[in-house]
């Protein structure tokens, strides 16, 4: 208790040296416990930003990913509709009929269309001449009729000679078109089958044919008209071996493929001439065309989507190799600054507490001697001058620690914008500055102690 006595009537006594040495244990402590709790509190908000900016790099990587896979989807649903439309349309077109006429280049097309037959008719080893030739490739389904107006149970009809598909071995085989009708049978027009029936044994050009099967009703020349085999019909009207018209479906149906389609029948017959039915012709390009602009649409609306995802993306990268690079350099700053500053504080205020705990030696000389010269023992006096400095570094240590978490919380928020559930307290580092001040100072205070107790005290009275 004596001790304890003396150790607070020399604090009260010499206030100015205790304050100095507790103000420089203080802010060693301070920088202690701040310096680490600021750079950990650092790096866990660059964690926390850079993991926030990784997972929206990540989000812009599944939705780009996202986007193009859905594009990619559009293109095959694209693919397969055209696919689909094309096999269609091509079902459609043989129904609608042929869309290419072939005939003689010498033809006046407006009486043709005012007589809805040629004039002008042709070998009949034209048809098979362009079936055999390679080169024709942009038509496909040749058909030769013979038609010419005539004269049946007064009215004026279109007789019309049809041969079976002409078949081209260079293409590849599909189902025919037109008429396959079996020598001497016809068929009649929906108009003209009105009073007969299927079966019916009918008088043609002074021949008898018997009626295969009565067509149904299309709204056009064919409800006039009476359908046979070439040879009757070549027959009939005394051409043998001559046809006026080939019929044909062109393998790409846009207008621009007539000069084309053009081209190589005149290759293969210079003699002839071709025109398109540009009504059907043009459906299936229309058609086509409709469903291309419509997926085109939609894909350049997509593409451009994808191209702002993608801009979003190049910048969250952008920002987060930045962030990361900054963050990283301000890291090790603070890193640089908490490994070589704070440990020279702790230096500079050893060396401090060493001088002034010196200097309260000299000045307590004759209190020393006095204490020696009446039967004290060294261990008092060194528990009176190691007792101050261990009671100065658990006080610094108990008000540095204070100080030092609100400071670096202070500092955090305030000044580097940290939230404040990153600054947590290692318990390392409360015992390290707990344990260490006191030892710290102690350590400081020894020389100063060891010159003290090394003194004579008659010598010391004497000078006194």
Request: aromatic share 4%; charged share 20%.
């Amino acid at each position: 208790m004596k001790i304890i006595r003396l150790l607070l009537a020399e604090i009260g006594y010499r206030k100015l040296n205790f304050t100095l040495s507790l103000f420089s244990v203080t802010v060693a402590v301070l920088l202690f416990v701040a310096g680490p709790m600021l750079v950990d509190g650092y790096q866990r908000e660059t964690g926390r930003q850079v993991a926030e900016w990784q997972d929206r790099v990540v989000e812009s990587e599944e939705s780009v990913a996202q986007m193009e896979a859905g594009m990619a989807a559009v293109e095959t649903k694209t693919e397969e509709e055209l696919a689909l439309l094309e096999k269609q349309t091509k079902r459609l077109m043989r129904d609608m009929g042929f869309n290419l006429m072939i005939v003689h280049r010498d033809t006046n097309m407006s009486d043709f269309w005012a007589a809805d037959f040629a004039a002008l008719d042709m070998p009949q080893e034209y048809v098979e001449r362009l079936a055999a030739d390679q080169r024709l490739t942009m038509v496909t389904h040749l058909v030769a009729t013979l038609q010419q107006r005539i004269t049946w149970n007064n009215r004026k009809v279109l007789l019309v000679g049809y041969l079976p598909e002409t078949t081209q071995s260079h293409m590849r085989r599909k189902a025919p078109m037109g008429y396959n009708i079996e020598p001497g049978t016809v068929l009649l027009g929906h108009e003209l089958g009105v009073g007969h029936e299927a079966g019916e044994m009918i008088d043609l050009l002074d021949t008898k044919f018997t009626i295969a099967r009565i067509l149904p009703e299309k709204g056009s020349k064919e409800d006039v008209t009476i359908a046979m085999h070439l040879g009757d019909a070549q027959t009939a009207l005394e051409k043998p071996q001559r046809i006026n018209q080939i019929l044909a479906l062109g393998c790409h149906c846009a207008g621009s493929n007539l000069p084309d389609i053009r081209k190589q029948l005149g290759e293969v017959l210079p003699d002839t001439r071709i025109t398109e039915f540009r009504s059907i012709a043009l459906a299936r390009a229309e058609q086509r065309d409709l469903v291309v602009a419509k997926q085109t649409m939609i894909l350049t609306g997509m593409g451009e989507n994808l191209r702002h995802r993608q801009e979003i993306l190049k910048q969250r990268k952008e920002i987060l190799a930045n962030m990361e690079d900054s963050r990283a350099k301000v890291q090790r700053l603070m890193e640089t600054l908490a490994d070589v500053i704070t440990p020279l504080v702790v230096l500079a205020s050893a060396v401090w507490v060493g001088l002034l705990a010196l200097v309260n030696v000299r000045e307590r000389r004759t209190e020393i001697g006095i204490l020696r010269a009446i039967g004290k023992g060294s261990g008092m006096i060194a528990s009176l001058l190691l007792g101050k400095a261990v009671l100065l570094g658990a006080l610094g240590a108990s008000i540095g620690l204070f100080l030092g978490i609100w400071t670096a919380r202070a500092l955090g928020i305030y000044a580097l914008n940290l939230a404040a559930g990153h600054f947590l307290v290692d318990n390392k580092v409360l015992l390290a500055a707990l344990i260490g001040a006191p030892l710290l100072s102690a350590v400081a205070s020894y020389l100063p102690t060891h010159s003290a107790l090394t003194q004579d005290p008659a010598v010391v009275l004497r000078d006194q």
